[in-house]
């Protein structure tokens, strides 16, 4: 059927912008009239080539308006984790306490003493205020803090070591990442990375040997993301920082991921602590402020004064500096853990630690909620979630989740639904969706559900 005498009825790209009036105030006349002119484009083409579509006037208004919505809505906006991986760098790792996430709110909303100081009223340092409390919570003599950890690492090495050799460990020359890699960040630094040892086992007589006139630092890299298991040997940071504090060298530990707190009770054993790190004397620690500390993404730098005076100093801090938002909320997960309330504040924290009953409590709430959706099957199960970003490797944790089957829908078309529809990310198993309940937050559950009545529905 040919549908080209449609074309007439196409109304004038002006007379639709007039039409679409409404539209204006809230993307522009030009954007307005962008989309109309690429509407009416498509709905050309698409009758000289012999389709069809409604040319009607509210249709047309209609299109033009579904396609500003779909271009300008927030393109960044919250998902619903139904993973299980706590840190989840895909899904932008840590959650904000409420506190934090306070504090990054009221730091944007009204003005701040970011870099001034309150007692002189004069110019004051931006990185003042969480120093004194790192020093207190760390041990260290001195703190600042960057943007995130792979700038700490590089402003630590291009301070240290440029134009000296660093030695480093072939069993920790890791990729975190995009193009993190040690190797590459010390040609970037200006230093040069000796390496010792092998893959699975390096001594301290490597390092020892190693030394020259021009060895700048040890450096020490958490092997965060992987785990070599078998014949292995690597040096604790307590001989590093021996053997290098008897020749003068200093060292440097990247430690990944910032644990603040204790979780061995769960396993989690791996993982080096910021404060057993800090008391082998080790001259400069770096961590995430975004992965198991759980805090906003941040790289703070702890260590001896004089290293991290020079860092200061060092142009590169200017280039990853902070702002104030990220200051605010780093500084109020760190007041978290002056007491003993990290555990209930941050939710990083609170999702590892959830204990396997209150699991199974949310689980049975959430398959209650499904339970009665016309077409939909599903049941609790014991799973296993994943600390993730980068941390934890090899490491699972007891969880509860709830499969979810839709007759005569796949998982795989189920789980693009809820993904692209709703939001919702969970995994696919045995051709059924699962929904690990330890990441979801308040409300998730009734979403969830909701979501899949929806689906079963056909809506
Ligand atoms: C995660 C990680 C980094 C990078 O930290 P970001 O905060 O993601 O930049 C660097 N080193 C180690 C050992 C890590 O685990």
Redesign the pocket.
Known sequence: MDNRHKLRNLPKIDELVMRLERLHEVYGKDMVTTSCREIIDEMRSTLLSGGDCDVAPQAVEMAVENKLQAIYAPHLHSVINATGVVLHTNLGRAVLSERAARAAYMAARSYSNLEYDIEKGARGSRYSHIEKLLCRLTGAESAMVVN????A?MLILSTMAKGHEVVCSRGEL?E?GGA?RVPEIMAQSGGTLVEVGTTNKTHLSDYVNAVNENTGAFLK??T??FKVVGFTEEVSLEDMVRVGHERNIPVIY????GLMCDLSDLGICDEPKVLEAMKTGVDVLSF????LLGGP?A?IIVGKKEYIDRMKKNPLTRAFRVDKMTFAALEETMRSYLGSSCEKDIPTIAMIRRPVEELDLRAKKLKKLLTGINGVTSAVMREKSQVGG??VPGEFLDTRAVWVEIKDLSAAATEEKLRKEYSIICRVAKDRVVFDVRTLLDGDDKKIAEAIRNISEGK
């Not at 995130?148 to 700038?151: I, K």
């Open positions: 995130n950890n792979a700038a690492v890791v975190i993190f890299v958490h965060s993301n990247d430690l990944g991921s995430s402020g975004d992965k993404q790289g980068g941390s």
